[in-house]
């Protein structure tokens, strides 16, 4: 059997799930990545996106939002601002974290003309968010 | 000598008095215990999160390209202050001991020629703090409908306050909240937030080097807002639980006060009604041997 690795996955709210990992598929901001026993120490930001954590003896996902992840010889801790199971989590849940990102956007624009920097950044975020929704299935419009 | 009957409808008042604090207490009591566990998960979160945040600040913030919440903008003329008092009145001092602190801080700055400005959540120390620096305020937030304290409304006041920060507004931001200790004590206390500064423990800092993923100034670029409303959200926690505190100690003395009233009153009460005997048996006596 796999080598397995403490994972931790914490909301400011409460802590949603602590306990052994085989191994955790984490939504990195650079693109995904799957971290089992022994990976080098990371420190990665998340985007949007599902997290997978493959337990000894389940599978579960959760979907993320905004946070990091750091991985150290003691585990993976996932720090996210949004976390909710994946199965708890519904279409109008969606889509109302797309009309913030799309706000929010919005704003960037209004407030960043000549900068293009944060304006890409929350259209990535927009972005991100859709292509998670259409994922899961429960995309919006 | 009193009234009797106006006595009687004293104490019949202090003992509903007495009913009101004693169940206000109980209720105190029993939101104490839940915002006391709220404040308890949201622990591991900020814990490890400011450890994060204190390694990377320690090893970016050095050089010259840190961003401006963590190295500051370079001055402290203007300082925001953010309030955080309750909603609710009768908690005792609670909510006069943040707002002196706050008043304090605010006079002296003022004296040293700094330019003040306010931002308040909850309506009791917008109403105290405005009496003497009304002129001062930049805004409010207003939690009344709100039951439960979320990361979101936390989420909410970070954003106006980096909106105004972004915007040049004010130089260096300080909350102002009070921390739970226990049921008795809560110690007013004043968190620089911007730019930030991060508790870290120097026995338990981690020496591990990690990878970091974009680069390190990216992720600071990317947690420092976060950073903000962090800190905003266990400030509200810890100020939920504090409030919830000096609202049962307060309700707790203000019972026993009660209760002693109610037993001076209620000695009051039999004297004169034996008084009023008294005098009814003297006159029948010396009515009897007139005759």
Redesign the interface.
Known sequence: MADTMQFDLVSPEKSLASGPATSVQIPGADGDMTVMANHAPTITTLRPGVLRVEAPDATTEYVVTGGFAEISAAGVSVLAERAVAKGDMTAEDMSEMVAEARAALNNAKEFFENEPGPVDDAAKLLADMVAMGDDMGIGSK | MANLKELKNRIASVKNTRKITKAMQMVAAAKLRRAQE?AE??R???T??NA?MGG?AASVGGSGSAPKLLSGTGSDQVQLMVVMTSERGLCGGFNSNIVKKAKAHAAALKAAGKTVKILTVGKKGRDQMKREYGDFYIGHVDLTEVKRV??TD??GIAKTVLASF?AGEFDVATLFYAKFVNVVTQIPTAQQVIPAMFEVDEDAA?T???????SEE??LA??LP?SI??AI?SALLENGASEQGARMSAMDNATRNAGEMVDKLTIQYNRSRQAVITNELIEIISGAEAL
């Open positions: 709220a998960q949201s591991p979160y900020t490890r999160f994060v990377l979320g990361y936390a989420q972004d981690d591990t080097l990690y990878d970091y993923e974009p990216a992720i990317d947690l976060r409303a962090t959200f």
